[in-house]
């Protein structure tokens, strides 16, 4: 039996090559491809939170990968519906959000590997959303570096997009490369399993379930109709023209200068030359000239134009009919706009977008160096809505929930939120302005620390303020130790992080990555042995969401299996059914030698 890495293979040269595919149900029957899968998704943060069922990824094992194939083989699968919660958006409304039983997301995992290996080739160079290698920062260096000279910004948001998915159309564009109705029987039945909210069943008749491994792709396939339209129609319509036409006014003092440079009138004609940066060098308005440009990150798209408004308003109205005609969509309308690129700026992806302009601004030659150049801001909205996260009555306060935190964990916390916070906006000119961002946090950090202590900010600050070198050189941090007896400490430290800008370091999603080899998680549950007691029956994971869950309070001496997950610091520990069963009821696991 082929492995999952050549298998994988085979169908993305299809998909390369833009070949039909009619074989993907069978290769759900091999196993290796679930253990790929289980490898990708097991340490995920979702993996032990239970869906409609009390599955989870604790107690994974070949036995499961065996009962989903089974049931494959006969066509007798059958969806769990998934649970359904809310999630907060940056907005302030809620999100819903679906989490499938384990089962359901290994199998959804499996189908997500096939489907991106043979439509992954053939999606659009300009979609960058739920894409390997891709992500938030390659779309807005793409627009940074490509669009210069912009004119018109096209804001695209569709509205609800994920929920109004059609099915039928869904199943179509499947179809039109994927001739296998087993595999498209089995997305069809994914879609209508339904979702359960509040214990009721509820079923449903469009969208995908978000929260499903397999949705973002089956998004990406859907929406790929929007960029080939806007590939195959509006661009062709919208772009002509090589280069703009001159400037005739710009050329008359131009060609004057260099008259009274060669006449030695040198005072003259620097006097022109500042004259001529006042003015484009080419026509802005030449109706031989156009250029439209277009990005798109899952349901949020950009398209920058050079030319007159009114055909950048038709533009939004065309992409609107296909999407509400062809795809069954509706545009947003409070969220699609058409945004002057020079006096305005559009927002996308949690950026101000915006045309920049200045004939003071020279290069080493004495050319004017920003025109044109797109610039990428932080809104101060943005900062505002951080800064509000840690402030009440518009001063910084402590945050409540974390004083049963140690101060450890809170150092910690804050770090990695700050750093987070800069590094999505390491791409913006005006990144100096999180320095608002990192005083109030700063303030809400030390009186949550003087809380927790039960001192004063003052003290604090005397107590952990500290300077450590980084790669720009000695900077001021609060830093907390917390010593361990033969081991180095454990450090943790607020600041330190520099607000000056990288363009040359962009984030991309954080998906799994495609990996040819096993996992070593994978490697330790086939070789089928209790890492306790060496039991061969029923081997299956025990599973943990942080390793500071295996210490117990008011233990002298912890359980046997704690102390062998803390030695080897893992997370998982494959274990038999017996020794599982003793974990979760807290009994003495059984030793080497102690099996019947």
Not at 58 to 74: H, S
Not at 226 to 234: H, I, K, S, T, Y
Not at 470 to 494: C, H, I, S
Not at 510 to 534: M, S, Y
Request: glycine residues 8%; charged residues 25%.
């Amino acid at each position: 039996m082929r492995n999952a890495a050549t298998i994988l293979g085979i169908i993305r040269e299809r998909g390369t090559r833009g070949l039909p595919v009619d074989d993907l149900y069978r290769q759900l029957w091999n196993p290796d491809l679930y253990l790929l899968a289980y490898g990708r998704i097991a340490r995920n943060r979702g993996a032990l939170t239970p869906g409609a069922t009390s599955e989870t990824v604790d107690g994974m094992a070949l036995e499961k990968i065996g009962a989903i194939i089974e049931a494959l083989r006969f066509e007798r699968y059958r969806w769990t519906p998934v649970r359904r919660t809310y999630i907060p958006k940056a907005n302030g409304k809620m999100r819903p959000l679906g989490i499938p039983s384990w089962s359901d997301k290994l199998l959804q995992e499996a189908m997500r590997l096939l489907l991106e290996a043979y439509y992954e080739p053939q999606f659009s160079n300009w979609s960058h959303g739920f894409r390997p290698n891709r992500g938030c920062h390659t779309a807005l260096t793409d627009v940074k570096r490509t669009w210069t000279g912009t004119t018109w910004f096209i804001e695209g948001d569709i509205s609800g997009c994920f929920d109004s998915i059609d099915h039928e159309v869904l199943l179509a564009i499947l179809r039109e490369k994927i001739h296998d109705n087993r595999f498209l029987r089995l997305i069809d039945q994914l879609l209508k399993a339904g979702y359960l909210e509040n214990w009721k069943l509820n079923a449903t008749h469009s969208g995908t379930p978000q929260g499903g491994n397999v949705s973002p792709i089956l998004a990406n396939v859907y929406l790929d109709q929007q960029d080939r339209f806007v590939e195959n129609v509006l661009l062709p319509a919208y772009n002509r023209g090589r280069v703009r036409r001159p400037n005739p006014e710009y050329t008359r003092l131009a060609c004057k200068m260099r008259y009274l440079k060669r006449t030695g009138r040198r005072r003259e004609a620097a006097a022109l030359r500042l004259r001529m940066r006042s003015l484009p060098s080419s026509d802005t308005h030449d109706p031989d000239y156009r250029r439209l440009r277009y990005i798109r990150y899952a349901d949020d798209f950009l398209l920058g134009f050079v030319g007159p408004r009114a055909e950048a308003e038709e533009i939004k109205r065309q992409i609107g009919e296909f999407l509400r005609d062809t795809l069954k969509l509706e545009l947003a309308d409070a969220k699609t706009l058409v945004t002057h690129g020079r006096t305005e700026a559009a927002r996308f992806l949690g950026y101000e977008v915006s045309v920049q302009g200045s004939d003071t601004k020279l290069d080493a030659r004495g050319r004017r160096s920003v025109n044109g150049i797109i610039g990428l801001r932080v809104p101060t909205d943005v900062v505002r809505a951080k800064c509000a996260r840690y402030m009440r009555a518009d001063k910084p306060i402590h945050r409540g929930e974390r004083l049963y935190d140690t101060p450890f964990s809170i150092v910690s916390q804050y770090q990695a939120e700050y750093r987070g916070i800069v590094a999505y906006y390491q791409l913006a000119h005006n990144l100096g302005t999180l320095q608002r961002l990192r005083w109030v946090m700063e303030l809400s950090l030390a009186k949550t620390l003087a809380g927790k202590l039960r001192t004063s900010v003052s003290r604090v600050f005397k107590r952990f303020k500290t300077v450590i070198q980084t790669e720009r050189g000695p900077r001021k941090v609060l830093l907390v130790q917390v010593e361990r007896p033969g081991k180095d400490p454990l450090v943790a430290y607020w600041g330190g992080i520099s607000l000056a800008r990288n363009e040359l370091a962009p984030l991309v999603d954080e998906l799994p990555p495609f990996v040819n080899g096993r996992t070593e998680l994978v490697q330790r549950l086939l070789a089928d042995t209790c890492e306790l007691c060496g039991s061969t029956v029923n081997v299956q994971v025990h599973h943990i969401r942080a390793l500071k869950d295996l210490r117990r309070k008011g233990r002298a001496r912890q359980p046997g299996w704690v102390e062998v997950m803390a030695a080897r610091r893992r997370k998982t520990l494959v274990v038999c059914a017996s020794c599982h069963a003793d974990i979760h009821a807290g009994r003495p696991t059984r030793q080497p030698g102690d099996v019947a």
